[in-house]
């Protein structure tokens, strides 16, 4: 367990460095992350109002039951390259998602699993380091009961602050900023600090759906959040909305962006099980152009910096002499 809190670190101007994607990443190294993609998704309207069937089954969570050795030895080769923050491995845990592969029974011990997996990796390699429990809403069920569940599971598992993340994006429960309070307050709860993830970023400088930060804000005032980071975004959007973002909230910010991943870029993905789900080819985000935004986003105030879907180990490593020089 680390000796010094998190908030503490951050409320001193510390950089911190996050790991970088855990489902690609499982993917790249064999595992299945395509279970219950089969199915037919839900209707999916996008930013650019173009409606779709996407549909990523359970993604990862399958992996806490099927690989757990695998899931240890990414986050073990994250902390390894001196990373001060991984991601447990909880994305679609929830039991309305375990719910497509009829797993919904199951759905606290596949949470429970994703916290210990990280747990156990930093208690190895770095017991400085600290464990997020990291997960997104379910597109169905409750969400307030679904992540106060998330949170009690993981807290018990020992994680040290709650991520609730891929916020704003297709929300099938309330509104999206209205989700953000809701997704606060049932993780504050557990009694850990939150911080909170917002996805699909715009390079225009607004939410997915046009929503200013300063919207956002104002929505959240007197809720306990202790940082907002901007993720699964393309980097080209983060850098259009930190700008946006420190002028509407003065606590820490952070960011992890996805490489190339937008389904735009990949229509079919996940439409089949014989679709792949992703381009796992990272393009012309190699480490190094990676570590170039990064360095903007450190001008721009950011204090966490990771990286989300298709973002490797080499991808983090190049981050480290920007983040800790
Ligand atoms: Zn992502």
Redesign the pocket.
């Known amino acids: 367990m680390p000796t010094r809190s998190i908030l503490d670190r951050l409320s001193e101007g510390e950089m911190l460095l996050m790991d970088g ?1 855990t ?2 990443e499982l993917q790249r190294r064999g595992v299945n992350v395509l279970k219950g993609t089969s199915i037919p998704g839900r209707q999916y309207t996008t930013s650019k109002g173009v409606t779709t069937q996407q549909n990523e089954g359970v993604w990862s969570a399958a992996a806490n039951v099927d690989a757990p050795n695998v899931v240890r030895e990414i986050h073990e080769d994250y902390l390894r390259l001196g990373v001060d923050i991984i991601i447990s491995n909880n994305f679609y845990t929830s039991q309305a998602m375990l719910a497509i592969i009829g797993e919904e029974d199951r759905w606290e011990e596949y949470t429970r699993l994703g916290g210990e997996l990280a747990v156990q990796a930093r208690d190895e390699v770095n017991a400085e380091a600290y464990v997020a429990g990291g997960f997104a809403p379910p597109y169905a069920g409750d969400l307030r009961k679904e992540f106060e569940g998330q949170a009690r599971v993981l807290a018990q598992a020992g994680v040290d602050v709650m991520l609730p993340e ?1 916020l704003t994006g297709a929300s099938v429960h309330d509104t999206p900023l209205s989700d953000c309070i809701t997704a606060v307050e049932a993780c504050a709860t557990a009694g850990l600090p939150v911080l909170l993830g917002i ?1 699909n970023v715009s390079e225009k400088g607004t939410l997915m759906r046009g929503e200013s930060f300063q919207e956002l804000m104002v929505a959240l005032k007197g809720h306990a959040i202790e940082g907002i980071l901007l ?2 975004s393309t980097p080209e959007a983060i850098s259009g909305c930190l700008p946006s973002l420190r002028k509407a909230y003065d606590g820490p910010i952070g960011a ?1 962006a ?1 490489l190339n ?1 937008a389904w735009e870029k990949n229509p079919k993905w996940g439409s089949s099980p014989d679709e792949p789900l992703n381009v796992l080819d990272f393009g012309e985000y190699t480490p190094k152009r990676y570590a170039e935004f990064a360095s903007q986003w450190k001008d721009m105030g950011a204090q966490i910096i990771g990286g ?3 973002t490797t180990p080499e991808h983090i490593e190049a981050l480290r002499p920007i983040i800790k020089p």
């Open positions: 994607g489902g690609t891929y996805c993720m699964c992890y996805n991943y989300c879907c298709g």
